[in-house]
């Protein structure tokens, strides 16, 4: 199955990696984003483990990763990552309504 990210999934991911980089400099950003990417690959092995996160969108599942959470979906042969949201954050505002 193959990892898809949206627009605004990459977005979130670029956005995230600046901030740690400001925030906490580039040994951690360079920590905190491999690790995104680890819970990524753990989420595109097992997809299915993860909560259902229908209250969003049907179909739609969160992972969390630290003080972020990802919101993906399980297509036929890809998942899709919809978005990479601080976990402090309104989901419903930031969440695309036609994501899937």
């Known amino acids: ?7 605004a999934a990459i977005h979130d991911l670029q956005s995230i ?3 740690t980089r400001q925030t906490w400099g580039a040994e951690q950003e360079a ?40 919101f993906f979906a399980v297509g036929d042969d890809a998942l899709q990552v ?7 954050m309104d989901f419903n505002r930031h969440f695309p309504e036609d994501v899937i």
Request: aromatic share 8%; proline share 4%.
């Open 1 to 7: 199955m193959k990892l898809v990210l949206s627009p």
């Open 17 to 19: 990696a600046i901030y």
């Open 31 to 70: 920590h905190y984003v491999s690790g995104l990417w680890k819970k990524l690959e753990a989420i595109q092995a097992q997809p299915d483990t993860f909560r259902q996160r229908n209250d969003l969108s049907q179909g739609c599942r969160s992972a969390r990763y630290e003080m972020h959470v990802i």
């Open 82 to 88: 919809i978005r990479i949201l601080h976990g402090a």
